[in-house]
């Protein structure tokens, strides 16, 4: 069946190209807020709907990969790890029900357990892409000894497909932690940053951490994973308030899906700095990854938010902002230096010369 419908998406594909019209990649379309505008130009464009390639195509829990058709819903591969009782270790936010693994993979977004377990883009080893020949070319492997393409793989990851449309992904699983466990204390955006860059110098089993600031103080929480006497012993040392489980499972679940209260905002902005960075002063703040990831609820020009991120060595992009005309003139994704934009560009020209994928959702059209 598989074999047809990528015959058939091929076909669409090949068409496309000979009439020179834009292609717009569609999953689930949970994740189409995110990033810069689709750009058809004014010429008709292509819809490639690739929920129709679904199913996981290789899971064997021993080997900790799961491989998964594009259009697979992310849902169907968390459940199906949960029942090995294995997970997505860097927990991708699907937004939504109709989430996909193409879709997941394509905009490289991570959740709280990225803290521990590392970005998305370290858990593909392997993908399939179908590029602008029509081609399905076919990039890494299955099994986690296998390096071959595997850069290329990663490349792949976060890229908005803008090198083609993803067909197929292998990532790398992990186990479920034995328990987990949130502790909670109120503490001003400063202290809270000083103890989470501290905790690093210690053998802790914190596998997620996020500040919320609350009027002139904040509100920390911490959570734990591991062995029960690795639990025991952190909540020792740390202190802090123990949040009841379901209570804790809820809170960690919606901050990964943003359905706290904090993120009903006109604009949201995300920055990455390094984690011991002092407080930006931008405004409502809810920071992540032990200071490396931080939301601001705050409807600010683009320019100040990127020189504050820029002074702080980190990068800033306009995540989310209700009013299209707000989009900055230089496109929701922090600007990136010339070296690297070259770079970018010599890679779109060999995987999508035409440049049909996606057109502006990475970078802004000129």
Not at 188 to 216: F, I, K, M, N
Not at 220 to 227: D, F, H, P, S
Not at 267 to 295: F, K, Y
Not at 316 to 338: D, E, K, L, M, N
Request: aromatic share 8%; glycine share 12%.
């Amino acid at each position: 069946m598989s074999t047809e419908i990528l015959a058939d998406l091929s076909e669409q594909v090949r068409s496309a190209a000979a009439d020179n019209r834009p292609i717009l990649i569609r999953g689930g379309n949970t994740k189409a807020f995110y990033g810069n505008p689709f750009v058809p130009n004014g010429v008709a464009s292509v819809m490639l709907d690739m929920r129709c390639l679904k199913g996981i195509v290789n899971y064997q829990p021993s080997e900790l990969v799961v491989t998964a058709l594009a259009g697979t819903p992310l849902q169907e591969v968390i459940d199906t790890l949960d029942a090995s009782g294995q997970m997505l270790a860097f927990e991708p936010p699907g937004f939504g029900s109709g989430a996909t693994v193409g879709g997941c993979v394509s905009a490289g977004l991570s959740g709280p357990g990225r803290l521990v377990a590392g970005p998305l883009k370290d858990f593909v080893l392997g993908a399939h892409l179908l590029d602008a020949q029509g081609r399905i070319l076919k990039f890494g492997g299955e099994v986690m000894k296998n390096v071959a393409g595997y850069d290329v793989s990663r490349l792949l990851a976060g890229a908005m497909g803008s090198f083609g449309a993803l067909t197929q992904a292998s990532l790398k699983v992990a186990p479920k932690p034995f328990e987990t466990s949130t502790l909670e204390w109120e503490l001003d955006e400063a202290e809270s940053l000083e103890r989470c860059h501290s905790w690093r110098a210690y053998p802790l089993s914190v596998s997620a951490t996020a500040w919320e600031s609350q009027g002139s103080t904040g509100r920390l929480r911490v959570r734990l994973a591991g062995a029960a006497a690795a639990l025991r012993s952190a909540r020792q040392k740390l202190g802090g308030v123990a949040l009841d489980q379901e209570q804790a499972q809820s809170y960690w679940g919606a901050l990964r899906e943003q359905q706290l209260p904090f993120f009903n905002t006109e604009m949201l902005w995300r920055v990455a700095v390094a984690p011991g960075t002092a407080p930006l002063g931008l405004g409502p703040t809810l920071i992540e990854w032990g200071g490396g990831q931080r939301w601001i609820a705050a409807s600010l020009d683009a320019a100040v938010v990127r020189e504050a991120a820029v002074r702080a060595g980190g990068h800033a992009t306009q995540f989310r902002a209700r009013s299209s005309s707000a989009q900055p003139q230089a496109g929701v994704f922090h600007p990136v230096a010339p070296g690297l934009a070259a770079i970018t560009q010599r890679l779109k020209n060999e995987f999508d010369p035409q440049g049909l994928f996606n057109p502006g959702r990475l970078i802004p059209k000129a």
